[in-house]
């Protein structure tokens, strides 16, 4: 394509901050630019298309039906050209950065990340352990695992398992424990949780008995299940993170019932990146070893 039918870069790299942020102003300080000047420039790129991309609104922009048809295929084209460079410049393969939440990090990846280091030993992996959300476009990440729907605008997303949840304590206190009523006698760690409710409801059970409880809460299912191993009170835990513990005797799941709210751990990254060797690598190598069964099974 002769490059007089293409756009300028400067006002295609406006669009694509602008569009990601649906702000001029957010895009003006990303780019270090006056917000007349990213005005000045969509303007250049409007013209150029011969039709409006943005609806300008009082206090806030919308993109048009043009400018959602263009936004995504101009986030792909300077993603490729990042991936490109940083190729170039040998850092392709080098470091994988993985951001997850703790619980699943302490209690699964950090098990198995050893195999995917020994069948892939040319790339480095750097692990972030957060709950918050990460934006791909602005942070040095790869891949984020976290728990959701799946449904991230602009992300591909693969489904690990279900957060599915069920009561589970250590075994001197499972030993007092014989109807799921039993389980308000004893210390509810983090009483508020909501699953608490579902999975009380789903037994049968008033959730009024858990009204005026202490509000303690300790942040992360890694801490809960830490405090009833050490017999400090029953938590609601994700089962799939704990079949060594089960298995081993540490805790005890004294019900069959468990519970979900729709929710699953996901992994997570931009869908312009998906061919990138090392999160391709990496991509590869989890849902065979998530799908792939129990030792001794």
């Known amino acids: 394509m002769p490059t007089s039918e293409l756009p300028p870069l400067a006002a295609i790299r406006v669009f694509e901050a602008a569009a990601r942020h649906l702000s001029f102003t957010r895009a003006a300080a990303e780019l270090g630019m006056t917000q ?152 509810l760690l983090d009483a508020g949780d909501p699953w608490w409710r579902q999975w009380f409801t789903a037994a049968g059970l008033p959730i009024e008995a858990l009204s005026g409880r202490p509000d303690t809460r300790l942040g992360s299912q890694a801490y809960e299940a830490s405090a009833a191993m050490a017999g400090h009170g029953v938590a609601i835990l994700t089962k799939a993170f704990y079949a060594a513990e089960i298995a081993e005797g540490r805790l005890v799941q004294p019900f069959d019932l468990v519970c979900g709210d729709g929710h699953g751990y996901w992994l997570a990254y931009p869908h312009a990146r998906r061919n990138v060797p090392k999160i391709r690598a990496f991509r590869d190598w989890l849902l065979a070893e998530i799908s792939a069964p129990p030792p001794g099974r």
């Open 36 to 187: 007349a000047a990213v005005s000045y420039q969509i303007k250049i790129l409007e013209e150029r298309v011969g039709a409006p991309l943005f609806l300008r609104l009082p206090r806030q922009v919308k993109l048009t039906e043009t400018g959602a048809g263009l936004a995504p295929a101009v986030s792909d084209a300077f993603e490729q050209l990042r991936v490109a460079y940083a190729g170039a410049r040998g850092a392709g393969r080098a470091t994988l950065v993985i951001t997850t939440v703790l619980t699943f990090a302490s209690n699964w990846l950090s098990r198995h990340l050893g195999s995917f280091q020994i069948a892939n030993p040319d790339i480095a992996v750097r692990l972030d352990t957060t709950s918050r959300m990460v934006d791909f476009a602005r942070e040095e990440v790869d891949v984020a695992i976290r728990s959701g729907t799946g449904e991230w605008p602009g992300v591909a997303a693969h489904l690990l398992f279900a957060a599915d949840f069920t009561p589970m304590l250590g075994p001197k206190l499972a030993a007092r424990v014989k109807t799921p009523a039993d389980l308000l006698e004893l210390t």
